[in-house]
C-alpha cells in the first residue's frame, strides 16, 4: 500500500514539473492577442486601399494609401513648405510635452490640496467646471493677446486644456482613499505627513494615472489648434496648411503621425503605470 | 486598562426625516491590564461600533471612554488595530507592510530589519517578505496584519473579527496562534467576534451583546485554564458556557412567549 502512495506521488510530482517547463505558471496568455492589432490595422489599409482602387471618392478627397506614402516620403525628406517632417514632429511632441507636464506638475498638486481643504475646493471648483466646455479654438485670441504668438501662447493654451482632467483624477484619487487603510496608519501613529506619504498619494495614483492617460489624448487633441497661433512649424500647422491648399495627402500624413505619435505615449503611460502601480484592480 | 463608563453611540439619520440611530446603548465595561476579553453577539449589533469607538475612530455621543486613565479622543500607537477587512497596504511588500509601524516611529524606511525578519519567521510568513498582499492567500494576509499589529508591541490589541473570514481549519491555527502570542507579551486584549465557541476558547471573560440597540446582556467568567488545552472544546464545561451564551443570545421559545 506504502509503495502505491509513493509511486502515485512520484506521477504527481513529475507531471507538475513537466507542466512548468511548458510555463502553465505564465497568466494564461491568449494567443490572439498578438494578432489582433496587426490584424485590425490590416484590414482597415485593405479597406482604405479598396475604397480608393474601385475610385469610389476622388483621389482629391481620399488619398489612397499609395499616394500618402509617397507624400510620406517627400514630406519626410523634402520637406513641407520647406519644413521636414521631423522638425514638425519634434516641434509638436516638444510642446505637447512642455504643455502636458506643466499640467500635470501643476494640476496634480491643486487636485490635492482642493481633496483635502473644503475652502480650497470651494473657490477652484466652479472655475475649474466654467473652463472645462470651452473649447481650444475660443481659447486662441485671448492667448494671442495674453502670451503673444510665440511657443508661450502653444504650450499655454494645451496647458489649460489637459489641467481640468488631471486636476480632478487627483482630487477623486484622493477622495476614493479607503478608511480602513487611513485608520490603519493613524493608530500606528502617522502624522499627517506620513499619512499623505505612506497612504493617500499611493492610494491616488491609480486615477492620477487614469487621468494622464485621458490628458494627454486632450493635448493630442488641442494641437491644431495650438498651431493655428502663427506657426510655421508642427504637425497640427502642417495639417492646417496642407488642408488650405488642398493638399490632402499631405493632411493624411499628418493624421498618421498624430495617431501613432498619441498611441506610443499611451503606450509609454500604460508601461510606467504598470510597473509603479502593480496592485491596481488587485486590491 | 480600558474602562467604558455609559457609553452610547448615535449614528446620523440614514434617511431624510428618520431619526438617529442608537447602535450602542448605556455600555459600561471594564478590562484589566493583560485580560483577553471576547464581545460576542449577532451582527449589527454594534461590535465594531464599540471597537471602533475605543480606538478612537469613532466619537463617542454618550458616556466616556478611559483607556490607562486618559479619555479617548483619537487613535494612539498603544491601541493597535487589527481589522476586519484585510488592510494590508496594497502598494507596499508584506516586510514593509509588517514593518509600517516602525517605519513611521523612526521618521524613515525602518532600521529595525532584524526585529521584522523575526516577526516574520515568528508568523510563519517567512519566504514571502518581497511579496504584495495580492500574492498571499486570505490567511496569511490576516497573520501579517496582526504581525503589522504586535510589532510595535502595543499595551492593547484591538482585534475585530480579524478570523471571521477564514475557514474553520485556518481560523483555529490562527486562534492557537494569537493565544501563544499573548501569553508571550500579554497584552491586553479586546476581541470582537459574532463566533460563540471563538469566543470561549480565546477569552478570560465573554460579554455578550444583544442587537439592535447594542446593550450589554451578560458578562461571563470563562475558567476554562490557562494554557488552554485545545481537547476542552470537547469538554462539558465547554459546552455549558456555550450554551449559556446561546441561551443569552436566541433565549428559549417558551420564555420568550411568556415574555410576549
Ligand atoms: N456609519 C454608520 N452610519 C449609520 N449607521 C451605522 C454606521 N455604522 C454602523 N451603523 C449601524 O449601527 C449598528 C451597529 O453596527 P456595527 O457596530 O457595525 O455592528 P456589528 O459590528 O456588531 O455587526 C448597525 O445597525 C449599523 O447599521
Ligand atoms: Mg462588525
Known amino acids: 500500500m506504502g509503495y502505491s502512495y509513493m509511486a502515485s506521488d512520484e506521477i504527481e510530482a513529475e507531471s507538475a514539473e513537466s507542466a512548468l517547463e511548458q510555463n502553465v505558471w505564465k497568466a494564461d496568455k491568449k494567443a490572439y492577442r498578438g494578432y489582433v492589432p496587426w490584424l485590425v490595422a490590416a484590414v482597415m489599409i485593405g479597406l482604405w486601399w479598396g475604397v480608393t482602387a474601385l475610385h469610389l471618392f476622388p483621389p482629391t478627397s481620399l488619398p489612397s494609401p499609395g499616394s500618402v506614402v509617397h507624400d510620406f516620403i517627400v514630406v519626410a525628406t523634402v520637406g513641407y513648405s520647406g519644413e521636414p517632417l521631423l522638425t514638425s514632429t519634434l516641434y509638436s511632441l516638444g510642446r505637447i510635452a512642455t504643455g502636458f507636464i506643466a499640467a500635470v506638475a501643476v494640476g496634480v498638486p491643486i487636485g490635492f490640496w482642493m481633496a483635502s481643504t473644503e475652502w480650497v475646493f470651494l473657490a477652484i471648483d466652479p472655475l475649474l467646471q466654467f473652463l472645462r466646455p470651452i473649447p481650444p479654438l475660443a481659447y486662441i485670441p485671448v492667448m494671442i493677446v495674453w502670451f503673444g504668438i510665440g511657443e508661450t501662447s502653444k504650450v499655454v493654451l494645451i496647458f489649460f486644456c489637459t489641467i481640468p482632467i488631471i486636476i480632478i483624477s487627483a482630487m477623486s484619487g484622493v477622495k476614493s482613499v479607503q478608511e480602513t487603510r487611513v485608520r490603519v496608519a493613524q493608530c500606528l501613529g502617522a502624522n499627517k505627513r506620513q499619512l499623505f506619504r505612506y497612504v493617500i498619494f499611493p492610494s491616488a495614483l491609480p486615477e492620477i494615472f487614469t487621468g494622464m492617460r485621458v490628458g494627454i489624448g486632450i493635448a493630442w487633441t488641442c494641437l491644431v489648434a495650438a498651431e493655428m497661433i502663427a506657426a510655421s512649424k508642427g504637425l497640427g500647422w502642417m495639417i492646417e496648411s496642407a488642408g488650405n491648399e488642398l493638399q490632402i495627402g499631405v493632411v493624411f500624413v499628418g493624421i498618421v503621425m498624430i495617431g501613432l505619435l498619441g498611441y506610443g505615449m499611451e503606450l509609454i503611460i500604460r508601461s510606467v503605470e504598470h510597473r509603479v502601480t502593480p496592485w491596481k484592480g488587485k486590491a | ?260
Open chain 2, 1 to 260: 486598562m480600558i474602562a467604558l463608563k455609559e457609553v452610547s453611540k448615535f449614528y446620523p439619520p440614514t434617511a431624510r426625516g428618520a431619526k438617529p440611530v442608537l447602535a450602542v446603548d448605556h455600555v459600561s465595561a471594564e478590562i484589566e491590564e493583560g485580560e483577553f476579553v471576547c464581545i460576542v453577539g449577532p451582527s449589527g449589533c454594534g461590535k465594531t461600533t464599540v471597537l471602533n469607538m475605543v480606538a478612537g475612530f469613532e466619537s463617542v455621543s454618550q458616556g466616556e471612554i478611559l483607556v490607562g486613565g486618559k479619555l479617548v479622543s483619537k487613535p494612539g500607537p498603544e491601541r493597535a488595530v487589527v481589522f476586519q477587512q484585510p488592510s494590508l497596504l496594497p502598494w507596499m511588500t508584506v516586510f514593509d507592510n509588517i514593518g509600517f509601524g516602525l517605519t513611521l516611529q523612526e521618521g524613515r524606511k525602518t532600521r529595525q530589519r532584524d526585529k521584522v525578519a523575526q516577526m516574520i519567521e515568528t508568523m510563519g510568513l517567512g519566504g514571502f517578505e518581497g511579496h504584495f498582499p495580492y500574492q498571499l492567500s486570505g490567511g496569511m494576509q490576516q497573520r501579517a496584519a496582526i504581525a503589522r499589529a504586535l510589532i510595535t508591541e502595543p499595551e492593547i490589541l484591538l482585534m475585530d473579527e480579524p478570523f471571521g473570514a477564514l475557514d474553520a481549519q485556518t481560523r483555529a491555527d490562527m486562534q492557537k496562534f494569537l493565544l501563544a502570542v499573548w501569553e508571550r507579551l500579554r497584552p491586553t486584549v479586546l476581541f470582537i467576534t459574532h463566533d460563540v465557541e471563538e469566543s470561549i476558547v480565546l477569552a478570560d471573560r465573554v460579554i455578550v451583546m444583544t442587537p439592535r440597540p447594542g446593550r450589554i446582556a451578560e458578562t461571563i467568567d470563562i475558567g476554562l485554564g490557562r494554557p488552554r488545552n485545545w481537547d476542552m472544546i470537547l469538554s462539558p464545561e465547554f459546552l455549558r458556557y456555550k450554551k449559556e451564551v446561546l441561551t443569552i443570545l436566541r433565549p428559549p421559545r417558551d420564555a420568550s412567549q411568556n415574555a410576549g
